[in-house]
Every structure is written in C-alpha cells, then in structure tokens.
C-alpha cells in the first residue's frame, strides 16, 4: 500500500513539475511574440536603432561587442531594417563602382598631406603598429587586404553607413540624414583609438568621404563599400611596397 502511495505521489510531482515547466516554456513564448511584436512598432525600432547607436560614443572592446550585437539583432529581428540598410547600386554598378573609387583615391590621398600637418597640429604621431611587418609581408599583404575589402569595406559601411544613416534617416525622416551622417562619421573616427589622436582624425575625415558618397548617392551602398575598400586597399598596398614613409 506504503509503495502504491508513494508511486501515486511520485507521479503527482512529476505532472505538476511537467505543467510548471510547460507554463513557463508557454511564457518565455509569449514574451518573445510581444518583443517581436513591439519591435516592429516605431518605438520599438527607435529603440533598437538606439541601442545600437549608444555604444560607438564609448571606445571599448565592451562597447564595439554591444554595437556589432545589437546591430545584428536589428537586422536579424526587424524586416524594416534589412530594407532600408541594404540598398545597394546607385543608376547601375559601373557608375556606383567609378563613384566610389574616385571617393577611395581621394581618402588615400588626402593622407599624404594631412598626416604631417595634423602630427605638427596635435604633438602626435600616427599610430599603425597593428600594420607592423606588413612592408614586405606577402602573407600579411593578402590578409589585410581581405580584412581590409571584408571587414573595412563592406562590413563597417553596412554597419555605419546603411544601418545607422539609412535606417536612422528612415526612422526620423530625410532632414537628419546629414546630421546622423556627420555624427557618424565623427564616431567612426573615435572608434579608432589604436591609431593614437592622428589616426582618430583622419579615419573621421575618411568617415566624412564615406558618409558623403553614401548620401549623394541616394543612400546606397556601393558606391560607399567601393570608397573604403579602395581606400583601404590602396593605403595597405603603399605600406607593403614602400613602408611607413
């Protein structure tokens, strides 16, 4: 009898432990729908976009994580979002293509006589150690070339450029464009704090050739992956064949 009771109460918890999981697994459900829900709300997108904005004004590794986390979230999560960033060819691919090289040769050389006056100007030498052996480093060559075209060109000009302009400039309408451009680029500047106070201002200034191929050019993104790819593709190839000079 003792074991009749005891196997009657055994199968008691475990029902009311198997209803108590389903109800929380029927929950945490809910709340997700309502997340997904409310995320395609336009404050719920104000928020994301902000979410992912808030972190580029501090420069840390924390930060950079949160942002690319977040950004990636919105994307994934909020159909809105995907439609305004990925925008893509200004006219036709040749014109957004001659656009952004143009842009990208001029970011490259805008380096030459910038550098010397902004090292005078700020007591300040620019910082390119992350680079160190790439002057005659074929191996080094080819993969900073690809995170340059890869992570430089396309990853940080979707990121930037479309997310937070295109979409930013969707969600408060076209008259913030140009400051959310400029504010931008200004972070992107920041964000490149290995490069000591020298390497922060030109990056910026590159930021600003970005962000105005970008705008010009109706808010697509080919023309501004083709700038800072060339860009970077060029100052990575002037390294490997001449040095640091």
Request: net charge positive; aromatic share 14%.
């Amino acid at each position: 009898m003792s074991i009749c009771f005891r196997f009657i109460f055994d199968t008691g918890d475990i029902v009311r432990l198997a209803l108590n999981s389903s109800n929380r697994i029927i929950r945490n459900h809910l709340r997700v729908r309502w997340m997904r829900a409310w995320l395609q709300t336009k404050t719920g997108m104000i928020c994301a976009w902000a979410a992912a904005f808030a972190p580029l004004f501090f420069v840390s590794d924390l930060a950079e994580l949160l942002w690319l986390t977040f950004t990636a979230a919105a994307l994934i999560f909020i159909k809105a979002s995907r439609q305004s960033t990925f925008q893509w060819v200004y006219k036709s691919i040749p014109i957004s293509v001659a656009i952004g090289s143009a842009a990208g040769f001029l970011v490259f050389a805008l380096d030459f006589p910038l550098t010397p006056i902004l090292e005078k100007a700020t007591s300040s030498k620019l910082d390119l150690s992350q680079l160190e052996g790439l002057h005659g480093g074929t191996g080094l060559y080819f993969e900073w070339m690809l995170k340059g075209i890869l992570l430089g060109g396309i990853l940080e000009e979707v990121f930037f450029r479309g997310f937070l302009v295109g979409w930013g400039s969707d969600l408060f309408g076209k008259k913030w464009v140009w400051p959310v451009a400029i504010i931008v680029a200004v972070l992107f500047g920041l964000g490149h704090s290995n490069q000591a106070l020298v390497g922060q201002i030109l990056t910026g200034i590159a930021g600003l050739v970005f962000g105005f191929t970008y705008v010009a050019c109706g808010c697509k993104l080919l023309p501004a992956i083709i700038a800072h790819a060339t860009a970077n593709a060029l100052t990575i190839t002037k390294i490997y064949l001449f040095g640091f000079g």
